[in-house]
Structures are given as C-alpha cells and as structure tokens.
C-alpha cells in the first residue's frame, strides 16, 4: 500500500497566518508553525492540545476553509492548494464548510443536501435527526447550541464519507448525548474504508476508541503516536514522599497536592522513583492531561529564559 492509500491525511511542514489582534496594521502571525500530522486511514485519530494551540486552525486548513502559507497539505490523495479551497469528494466536516442560512429548518437542508452532495442518504439523515431528538420544523436559529451541533453531525454522516473531520463534536452536548455520539462514531467507524480525525478536549469514553494521538502545542504537533504505545511508554505514579530536584527530572507534568505528587514516568526511569512510590498503567486521558502539564511548565520556562 502507498503512503497516499495507507494515510487519508498528510500534513508537511504546515504553517498558518492569522491577523494579529494585538497589532491589526502588522502582517498575519503565523499559529501553526511547521506542524506535522498523519491520519492512517481506516483508525480514529485524536487531536489534543491547550486552548488557543492551534488545532481549529489546523483542521481549518486541513478542511480547505482557511488558506495556509507553507508546507503542504494532502487528504485522500488529493494535495491541496494554499488558497481556500473545497475539499475533496468524500470529506465531510463538522462545521461544515458553509454556515446554513439561518432561517433555513432541516429539511431546507436535507433538499440542499441531496442536490450538492452526490450520496448524501436523506433517510440516514432524517434517522439521524430523529435519534438526536432535533425537531424538524425548527429554524436552525431557534436550535440550541448542543442541537446546532447534532443537525451538523447529522449532515456531516449523511453524506457518507470516507473521511469525517470533527472540531469539538461533544461541546455542548448533555452526558448523554455525548455517550450516545459516541456509540453512533463507532457505528461511523465499523464501515469500510473509514477514518475519523477528531479534535476534542473531552476524551471520556475513548479507551478502546481512539487509536492516534497528536499533541498540539503552540501551533506545533509535540507528541504523536499510536495511543497503546503511548500507554506502554509511560507509568503513572503516586509519590508521597519528598521530590528532589533530581527526581522531578524524570517525572513528566507533575502535580503536586495535599496527598502527594503524581506524574508521568518512562517506563526505563521507574527504576530511579521511590520504594514507596506507587505505579499503574494510565488511562489516555491521564497520559493527555500530564502531557499537557509538561509542555505548559516548557512554554513556561521557556519563557522566563527569553525575558
Ligand atoms: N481568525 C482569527 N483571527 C485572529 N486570531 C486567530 C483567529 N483564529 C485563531 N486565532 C488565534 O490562533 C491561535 C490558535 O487558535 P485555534 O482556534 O486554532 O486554537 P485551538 O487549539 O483550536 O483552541 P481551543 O481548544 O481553545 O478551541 C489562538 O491564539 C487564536 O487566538
């Protein structure tokens, strides 16, 4: 199999420019920076990162809606141009590439829908509607933002693709909703040919789900690679004794509270922690977090260097 048939998404070198909103009369600042990213195709790709890190920006340019000043962006064999551009046949989105009017109920959509996109299934779409509870004769204005959310999703698996891209798709939906969003992604995932790239803070429920991870920190991928090797590269311990200098070396995020310090350790540095210390394989979410606290604490120092 070719890189282009095993990978539905392959980002070079990427690099995206916004207006500055601190100097709106300087040039675009760039906030992806030479980011890199691979979807193998048929897997659930999981994109992670802090607020403002660059992932909505990313799939933005990913998705064709934002233009992208370097490296080069290829999504089912089909290298994108930098401009903004549609993507290629089989990709669906949430959001979607155009905002609806906003008057516009579901089924002014549906009939769109079923003109624009060749094999968008109306009767998927209207099951779908009707498992998320959306009524159907409500302005898609009058929707509340979780509903909003549920007619895009709706729209988006309707059209049958081979590669769905998701920003944030459980924010706003109640626990339930989510549970069940989840349950309908893995139904999404059972097809054949498909992948999902999904960029979320919300990893609840993703155990045996996702099969990627990408780390996404100040506009640059930090971390990437297939999630069970990520458990198995990392424990997660529980020290309750003093850390030393020495020691906090090897710990990766820690977070110290009233009862004790907990981190992430390479596997070949727990031989170094405290008898006392306790040690378990971490689930994706605990690897995410403290992931996510060391490269805070890096940003961090990194700065206090430049000053
Ligand atoms: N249209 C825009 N104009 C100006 N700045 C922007 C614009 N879009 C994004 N940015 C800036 O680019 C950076 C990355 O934003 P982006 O939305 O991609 O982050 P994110 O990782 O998706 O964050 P979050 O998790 O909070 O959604 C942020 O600093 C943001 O303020």
Redesign the pocket.
Known sequence: MSENRSHAVIVRGLEVR????AKPFAGPLP??RGLDLTVPTGQVTVMV??????????LRAVTGAHPFSAGSIEVLGTALGPARVRPPQGVASLPGISAHPRRWTSRHIARMRKDAVPGFDVTWFEELLTAFGIPREQEVNRLSQGQATQLGLASALAQDPRLLIL??PFAHLDPLARTELVDVLRCFMAGEDRTLLI?T?DLEGMERFADQLVM?SR?VDVVSGDVESLRDEFLLCAIDSEVTTELEASLVGPTTTGAGTSALVAVDDAVGLPTTATLRRPDVSEIVTHLLRAARDDAAAERRTAR
């Open positions: 916004v207006p500055s909103a906030v992806v990162g802090a607020n403002g890190a660059g992932k909505t920006t990313t920003d944030e960029a803070h996404v506009g």
